[in-house]
């Protein structure tokens, strides 16, 4: 697969599930499937740390996926674009370091939030690899 299909991959798995933990955060969803750290899926969704500004970091995530998905999708070639995709992986990235940071503190962990904390790498080398080819002089 090439790199402009590993980032759609990995940005529609990661804005499906930072939208499901976003519809439990706002109640949309009675209970969070946690497939693997037992309660921990609902224990971190419900942590005072996952409201920044008030707004279930969720929502966030999934926004942010979601335009990252729009950029992907724009016809291939700006450098502007593939900076700001550049920018979007980084900050996902650092996101879910900063996360994984806080559920450690929590002692929970969430099955979701740590695929996407699993996926951001790769996700930020795909958009490595989008950048385009320097240009002649």
Request: glycine share 6%.
């Amino acid at each position: 697969m090439k790199a402009r299909g590993w980032a759609i991959l990995l940005a529609l798995l990661s804005a499906a599930a930072m939208l499901y933990v976003g519809l439990y955060q706002s109640r949309a969803v009675n209970r969070l499937w946690c497939p693997l750290f037992n309660k921990g899926c609902e224990a971190v969704a419900d942590a005072p740390f996952a409201r920044p500004f008030g707004i279930p970091d969720g929502y966030i995530a999934a926004g942010m996926y979601a335009v990252f998905l729009l950029l992907l999708l724009l016809p291939r070639g700006t450098f502007a674009a593939w900076v700001a995709l550049l920018v979007l992986a980084v900050l996902a990235a650092v996101a879910n370091i900063l996360g994984v940071r806080d559920m450690m503190n929590l002692g929970s962990y969430c099955f979701y939030c740590m695929l996407t904390t699993v996926a951001s790498p790769r996700l930020v080398w795909a958009v490595w690899k989008l950048r385009p080819a320097k240009e002649p002089m």
